[in-house]
């Protein structure tokens, strides 16, 4: 068994490949030139033994050289509950190589999505035999620096990539060749997440129901309503990161929209305080006391999967399938 130095509270890094959807089927797509794409792998590389020196350093002002906006809240947030738990890790990941998808094909990617292979260590730093994948990470330039603005994507990639580590983007088509204009779907999810957690049942064109993401990001396991009240409020951090099309053996090529959104929740007892212990179920942003009231913020990066507006209902009512997940950043907390 290999004995991980890293607590599971490193969410950004633990997470395995399987997070990404795997889209599209049919003929592979034509290769794309590897130099395209070398600018991209090498600023992964470099990108990662940076990130876990810094991690290791426990500073959160060398956070700042690698992320940026919500990225930045989130990774600040992983450090934050890594020194909570005492897990700060003290050996570095060796990295193994990384697979690469881009706007293209032809022309330098502005931004790109990546996976990073590394192999985990034991307990006294030493490298195993077996891989593991972080989550995907979208990179940017931000004043001429590549760092990762968004992070635990979720977004559909083409199945095609496998063989080269390299994958192409087609450009979406016109707004109106979709259900919905890329520019309203993020403020549109955002209200109904606002509508749903106020007890509202809105007609959306989302998933909804107990199994969808929807339900997911507006409840929590701990506290549970019998013991304290919660306000929920959802608010659009970037309307989109990135946006794209994958037409790899498909003839409806859907558009992927990928959006954040930051949800904040109050937290107060219904009577006396609300308790938090060493080892309870409460988010592990939250420091252990005792608290009138509690506020946790979270960032979700969200890929959206838009269907044609085309009429076709063959394959049942034509929803925007939802994929993201929940990352606790911050927590505040008066104290009783």
Not at 142 to 167: C, M, R
Not at 312 to 319: C, H, L, P
Request: proline share 8%; with cysteine.
């Amino acid at each position: 068994m290999v004995a991980e130095t890293r607590p599971n509270v490193r969410r950004w890094l633990l997470k395995s490949l399987a997070g990404l959807v795997i889209f599209g089927c049919g003929p592979a797509a034509a290769p794309v030139p590897t130099a395209q794409f070398a600018q991209a792998h090498s600023t992964a590389q470099n990108w990662w033994l940076k990130a876990e020196a810094a991690f290791i350093s426990g500073d959160p002002n060398a956070l700042g050289d690698l992320f940026a906006g919500s990225a930045l809240d989130v990774a600040t947030g992983e450090l934050h509950m890594l020194a909570l738990a005492n897990g700060l890790p003290k050996y570095p990941r060796p990295f193994r190589d990384s697979t690469v998808f881009a706007p293209g094909p032809g022309k330098d990617p502005t931004w790109f999505l990546t996976i990073i292979r590394y192999a985990p260590v034991d307990r006294d730093g030493r490298a195993q035999a077996i891989d593991m994948s972080a989550p995907g990470m979208i990179f940017k330039q931000v004043n001429g620096t590549w760092k990762v603005i968004a992070t635990d994507v979720q977004a559909p990639i083409g199945h095609d990539y496998l063989p080269t580590k390299e994958f192409a983007f087609s450009t979406p088509l016109d707004d109106s060749r979709y259900l919905m204009a890329r520019s309203a779907i993020a403020s549109s999810y955002a209200t109904y997440l606002n509508s749903l957690s106020a007890g509202q049942q809105p007609e959306v064109p989302f998933p909804s129901g107990l199994n969808s993401f929807a339900w997911q990001i507006t409840h929590v396991t701990w506290p549970p309503g019998s013991i304290a009240t919660a306000h929920w409020d959802f608010k659009v951090d970037t309307a989109q990161v990135a946006a794209y099309s994958i037409t790899s053996g498909m003839t409806k090529a859907p558009e992927v929209v990928v959006f954040v959104i930051r949800r904040t929740v109050i937290f107060k007892p219904r009577q006396g305080c609300l308790v938090r212990r060493p080892g309870d179920s409460w988010s592990a942003i939250v420091p252990p006391g005792s608290y009138s009231a509690v506020t946790i913020a979270s960032v979700s990066v969200v890929a959206a999967t838009v269907p044609f507006n085309d009429g076709d209902t063959s394959q049942g009512r034509k929803v925007i399938d939802i994929s993201a997940g929940i990352d606790d950043v911050s927590a505040t907390g008066t104290k009783c």
